[in-house]
Every structure is written in structure tokens, then in C-alpha cells.
């Protein structure tokens, strides 16, 4: 699994599958036990990929250098 660090969760996911390389595995969600919103997609060679923002915007901060 590979994760990326987005503030831009929506956005990057609807690129993702527009571009028709990538397939949905979960739709954007709020994760808030993990104080996370994410999504899952699929590449073309199988792996999986998270797409994450931390709730909490000091820290997603912390982690991606910007808010």
C-alpha cells in the first residue's frame, strides 16, 4: 500500500478514476477514529494506494509542510 498525503482527498480521487488507470476500492470518507479522512484506489499493476488528510489541520500541517 502506498499513502499519500493530500488536502485535496476529493478532488485527487475524482482525477484518479477520470483518468481511467485507477479503479475505486472506497469512496472519500471520514475516518475520525483514526482522525483521518481517506479513500482507496487501485493502480493498473494492482497495488493499493491511500489517499489521506489528517482531520486535525495542525497536524496535517505538520506532515505536509502547508495547511
Known amino acids: 500500500m502506498l499513502c ?22 472506497q469512496a472519500p470518507r471520514d475516518a475520525s477514529r483514526f482522525g483521518i479522512y481517506n479513500a482507496l484506489l487501485r493502480d493498473p499493476d494492482g497495488y493499493l494506494i491511500e489517499l489521506q488528510r489528517f482531520v486535525d489541520a495542525a497536524e496535517q500541517s505538520q506532515f505536509c509542510g502547508r495547511e
Not at 4 to 25: F, I, M, S
Open 4 to 25: 499519500l498525503l493530500t488536502a485535496d482527498v476529493d478532488g485527487l480521487y475524482e482525477r484518479a478514476l477520470a483518468g481511467g488507470r485507477c479503479t475505486a476500492e
